[in-house]
């Protein structure tokens, strides 16, 4: 059975500092894996996706990873602004077409 | 902006009641999902539909949950009857393609369940 882990679950991290945020899934089967953002009270956006025959993708200030031979995937938030604040949750799409969510970081970046 | 609608944003409602969410997809997405969202279980799939036909509803308690698609621009989630048990946060999401979950999804707002 697929399960997918988000350590640490909080982080706060002074502003301007490059940071990453990490997932680890238990079987790399899988077809995909996306990044999203959740701010308090509001729905999720997805920030990226990854094919499982890729192995990162990029948009602006914000790079993702995958390993699947490890089953790992990082997500790398370059000079890191207030606005970044969020809790960060990864998904796997698993071998029986199921979304596999992680349980998130919550991310506060300090002033 | 094209955008996920979920309607009521918030609802309290009291045990044994019936409560529908309403979600309206961004206009032409052919795949629409139900999530819930707890503290305890975090995000779970509910169901979810292809051109409004559903096609997986395994992690719904079929004996009070409900969904539909009446149209292109509706999707219904019913509680009958509603247990407290049920409180949480509801999402609704679209995805463009026919892919299914392996789209990149689109989010409502939500709408906050309390069952007292």
């Known amino acids: 059975k697929q399960e997918v882990t988000q350590i640490p679950a909080a982080l706060s991290v002074p502003e301007g500092e490059n940071l990453v945020l990490n997932c680890s899934f238990t079987?790399?089967?899988?077809?995909?894996l996306q990044w999203f953002r959740q701010d308090p009270g509001k729905g999720l956006t997805s920030l990226l996706l990854i094919q499982s025959s890729q192995r990162e993708q990029t948009s602006g200030r914000l790079n993702a990873s995958l390993d699947k031979s490890s089953g790992r995937s990082t997500l790398y938030i370059a000079a890191s602004q207030p606005g970044d604040s969020a809790t960060y949750l990864c998904?796997?799409?698993?071998?029986?077409?199921?979304?596999?969510w992680g349980a998130g970081t919550k991310l506060i970046i300090k002033p | 902006d094209a955008r996920v609608t979920q309607t009521p944003r918030h609802k309290v409602t009291e045990m044994g009641q019936e409560v529908t969410m309403r979600c309206q997809p961004i206009?032409?997405?052919?795949?629409v999902f139900w999530y819930r969202q707890t503290m305890m279980q975090g995000l779970e799939l509910l169901a979810y539909?292809?051109?409004?036909?559903?096609?997986?509803d395994s992690g719904m308690p079929k004996d009070r949950f409900s969904a539909e698609m009446p149209d292109a621009t509706l999707a219904t989630l019913k509680i009958q009857p509603s247990e407290p048990r049920d409180s949480a946060v509801y999402f609704c999401?679209?995805?463009?393609?026919?892919?299914?979950?392996?789209?990149?999804?689109?989010f409502g707002p939500g709408t906050r369940l309390t069952v007292l």
């Open positions: 079987d790399s089967a899988i077809y995909n």
């Open positions: 206009l032409g997405h052919n795949t």
């Open positions: 999401a679209s995805a463009p393609g026919l892919a299914g979950v392996t789209d990149t999804q689109y």
């Open positions: 539909f292809r051109n409004r036909a559903p096609l997986d």
């Open positions: 998904a796997v799409t698993d071998s029986n077409y199921q979304l596999i």
